[in-house]
């Protein structure tokens, strides 16, 4: 299959910042925790980090703040963080704010970039609506093996595009999709979907994205992501929920 000429970025980073800047800022910026998400299961810090004249609100989990899970190593979640978001970065289509691994005031964890989400978004309306964000979400979803695609892991920008948030318990080797994206379940993938996935099959299998996952998870887990974008370039469909694994997350928003 050939690809065809890359996507068109979605949106901007809602800071204003391009992701080289805004990744430099969270690797190298002083973090200071400003107060914590008291609604989230792992530690998960609100921050404002500083470089220069540069400065951002972001998210830090430091590892020491993970609680531990009976089906993902300890202290790997952090890691996982920012293997969704090398990932997406190789998609073109900006699914995941920026997000580096680095150390901090709690020790080393991961560093997001936080956004604004639109004030005025239906988020019940936006789970059952079919926008290409949406789905491209759902196939990147597909390919993660996101285990929690809650309705509050997605954040709704003013411009109509729509970040996704907490891919701690991604990657797994084990079919473990669950998530609140199964509009599409079954249908033929677009025809930009397979030249994305196409793309990254090649990236995996000889590129910077596998030399880069095989840093951040296990070669396993690596293999499995590869595994998985073969079968949707295979197949050209959605995938159907698995009969062994609950479809949905607990609770679903």
């Given at each position: 299959m050939s690809a065809e000429s890359e996507p068109t970025l979605s949106a901007p980073p809602a800071t204003g910042l391009d992701d080289e800047a805004a990744l430099r800022l969270?690797?190298?910026g002083h973090l200071e925790v400003a107060g914590r998400l008291v609604e989230a299961t792992n530690m998960t810090l609100y921050c404002s980090v500083r470089l220069g004249g540069l400065a951002a609100a972001c998210v830090y989990k430091p590892v020491r703040g993970e609680r531990p899970l009976w089906d993902f190593p300890?202290?790997?979640l952090a890691?996982?963080?920012v293997a969704a978001f090398e990932l997406s970065a190789a998609t073109g289509w900006r699914i995941v704010p920026p997000?580096?691994?680095r150390d901090g005031p709690f020790?080393?964890?991961m560093c997001q970039l936080w956004v604004d989400t639109d004030p005025?978004?239906?988020l019940m309306a936006l789970i059952r609506s079919r926008q290409p964000a949406l789905r491209r979400m759902a196939v990147f979803d597909a390919v993660v093996n996101n285990a929690d695609r809650k309705g509050g892991h997605l954040l709704?920008?003013?411009d109509g595009h729509v970040h996704g948030v907490d891919h701690g318990v991604c990657f797994s080797t084990e079919d473990k999709l669950r998530t609140v994206l199964w509009q599409w379940r079954g249908k033929p993938l677009p025809r930009e979907a397979m030249n994305v996935l196409a793309r990254l099959e090649r990236e995996l299998e000889r590129g910077r994205l596998g030399r880069r996952l095989r840093e951040l998870l296990t070669l396993a887990e690596v293999e499995a992501t590869w595994a998985r974008v073969r079968k949707l370039l295979d197949t050209g469909l959605h995938p159907r929920p698995s009969q062994d694994w609950p479809a949905i997350p607990w609770p679903p928003i």
């Open positions: 969270l690797r190298e300890d202290g790997t890691a996982r963080e997000t580096v691994y020790g080393p964890g005025e978004a239906d709704p920008l003013a």
